[in-house]
């Protein structure tokens, strides 16, 4: 089991750049949720998707943020334009939705800085 | 609504020290606790986990035990090693197979040799 994997592990971009996230989920797990980490804020739940149909986005800061989870071994998280205060760590989650049981796994990250 | 509320660090203990990180809860219905971790560099990990009252979750030499009179769920351990330097996060999913986790802010804990 190779685990959630996300990519890149760290970018650096432009402000005003497009910036796309990308996570690929435990085989199997069909709930993946998108989470921010800043000092400031600590962690934050920007989207989840159940059966790669997004069930709460009221996380997501603004119109700039934008998650698509075409099917269930793969999401992205889309930042357009990027901005400095958009720098943090976002981390991907998958789970496997089965009664009481909510066995989150993380992936390593990714940190995004905005200059 | 459900919120966690974790004590606030950095906690900094000599290795071999007793540990204890407050966390405390406020929830409808029968939520499941957690307790999670994240070393330097890395995504959260799942360090130990009660899904009922009374329960004990343990994990490493960490325990948590889910007391539902004092809505706690704090994290012991008993002699801290040097290789357990990470942050600690408390988290509580609500009861059933919906919904997310609701994590506290998270207490970095240090120890020094």
């Given at each position: 089991?190779?685990?959630?994997?996300?990519?890149?592990?760290?970018?650096v971009t432009e402000?005003?750049?497009?910036?796309t996230l990308?996570?690929?989920?435990?085989?199997?797990?069909?709930?993946?949720?998108?989470?921010?980490?800043?000092?400031?804020?600590?962690?934050?739940?920007?989207?989840y998707f159940?059966?790669?149909?997004?069930?709460d986005?009221s996380?997501?800061p603004?119109?700039r943020?934008?998650?698509?989870?075409?099917?269930?071994?793969?999401?992205?998280l889309k930042?357009?334009?990027?901005?400095?205060?958009?720098s943090?760590?976002?981390?991907?989650?998958?789970?496997?939705?089965?009664?009481g049981?909510?066995?989150y796994?993380?992936?390593?990250g990714?940190?995004?800085t905005?200059v | 609504?459900?919120?966690?509320?974790?004590m606030?660090?950095?906690?900094?203990?000599?290795?071999?020290?007793?540990?204890t990180i407050n966390?405390?809860?406020?929830?409808?219905?029968?939520?499941s606790?957690?307790?999670?971790v994240?070393y330097?560099?890395?995504?959260?990990?799942?360090?130990?986990?009660?899904?009922k009252?009374?329960?004990?979750?343990?994990?490493?030499?960490?325990?948590?035990?889910?007391?539902?009179?004092?809505t706690?769920?704090?994290?012991?351990?008993g002699?801290?090693?040097?290789?357990?330097?990470?942050?600690y996060?408390?988290?509580?999913?609500?009861?059933?197979?919906q919904?997310?986790?609701?994590?506290?802010?998270?207490?970095k804990?240090?120890?020094?040799?």
């Amino acid at each position: 089991d190779a685990g959630v994997i996300q990519s890149p592990r760290h970018e650096v971009t432009e402000m005003g750049q497009e910036v796309t996230l990308r996570c690929k989920p435990i085989s199997g797990h069909n709930s993946l949720f998108w989470y921010r980490q800043t000092m400031m804020r600590g962690l934050e739940l920007l989207i989840y998707f159940n059966n790669n149909v997004p069930i709460d986005d009221s996380g997501m800061p603004e119109d700039r943020f934008s998650a698509k989870m075409p099917n269930a071994s793969f999401s992205t998280l889309k930042i357009q334009p990027s901005e400095p205060r958009d720098s943090a760590v976002y981390f991907c989650a998958s789970r496997r939705r089965t009664g009481g049981e909510y066995g989150y796994t993380f992936g390593s990250g990714t940190r995004l800085t905005v200059v | 609504g459900n919120s966690v509320t974790q004590m606030e660090g950095p906690v900094t203990l000599s290795e071999e020290a007793f540990l204890t990180i407050n966390c405390t809860y406020t929830a409808t219905g029968y939520p499941s606790l957690f307790w999670y971790v994240q070393y330097p560099g890395e995504g959260l990990q799942l360090l130990l986990k009660a899904t009922k009252a009374d329960d004990k979750g343990s994990n490493k030499g960490f325990e948590a035990t889910y007391r539902k009179e004092t809505t706690s769920f704090h994290l012991e351990k008993g002699s801290v090693q040097v290789s357990d330097s990470a942050v600690y996060f408390c988290a509580l999913g609500p009861g059933g197979s919906q919904g997310n986790l609701i994590f506290g802010k998270g207490t970095k804990l240090s120890v020094k040799p």
